[in-house]
């Protein structure tokens, strides 16, 4: 069994349990993409669901938390309760600060990934159709303006094969990035897609308060060996 993109749905909203001793994927000394995709490649049924692959890394990076994205926002405006908003404007808002960037591919490890308007939307989406990160709508706004240095930053955490049958996606990868937004840590979890024109895209971001994963409130995963 390896990791099912609906798991981000079904699994988030619920607890699965405790936490097995599994082996960790995560080396922060590894320093080619070739290391990283063995080390990948060696674990990937470690994993249940994206869920334990992202606990797995919180628990690595917690205790030396360090990111050169510091995200401020203008505290002395009155914020936008992006809760009350149709899903169109959302996007919208999304759209306009990602293009303050000013280009839409980016580097990570030597690979191109690039964000389209079509990406983005799809992130809303799912954005506002979760429990627990549509409270966070504010602050995905923020990392839209910020997805450069996260996409770029980003460590990669695992890997899944297309297991929907959809003909333009191949495989999927999933990162994680640390940053901090008005002081406090959160970890930023986004998805890659490789399409069938060799393009690999954004296609959806998550966002999680570290404090809250470490206490497992928002992420009790079950993290099971399969395939031993």
């Known amino acids: 069994m390896v990791l099912k993109e609906k798991d981000f749905e079904s699994v988030m909203d619920s607890a699965l349990g405790g936490i097995s001793g ?21 674990t990937i049924n470690t994993y249940q669901n994206i869920n334990c692959a992202i606990y797995d890394y919180v628990n690595s990076i917690k205790e030396n938390f360090q990111t050169d994205i510091n995200i401020e926002t203008n505290k002395t405006k009155i914020p936008i309760d992006y809760s009350t908003q149709s899903q169109m404007m959302i996007f919208n808002k999304a759209k306009e600060v990602f293009s303050k960037i000013g280009k839409n591919v980016f580097k990570n490890n030597g690979e191109n990934i690039y964000v389209s308007n079509s990406d983005i939307k799809e992130s809303i989406a799912k954005t506002v159709r979760n429990t627990n990160q549509k409270k966070l709508l504010s602050e995905h706004i ?9 996409i770029e930053n980003g460590q990669i955490i695992a890997r899944d094969s297309e297991t929907k049958s959809r003909s333009q996606y191949k495989n999927w990868d999933y990162y994680a990035t640390p940053i901090t937004i008005d002081g406090q840590n959160y970890i930023v979890e986004f998805d890659t897609v490789l399409r069938d024109n060799g393009q690999k895209h954004f296609r959806l971001e998550r966002i999680y308060l570290l404090e809250e994963v470490t206490k497992n409130r928002l992420l009790r995963p079950a993290r099971l060996k399969i395939n031993q």
């Open 142 to 150: 923020e990392v839209f303006q910020h997805l450069d240095k996260i």
């Open 22 to 42: 599994a082996t960790s994927i995560f080396s922060p000394g590894a320093n080619s993409n070739k290391q990283q995709n063995n080390q990948i490649n060696n």
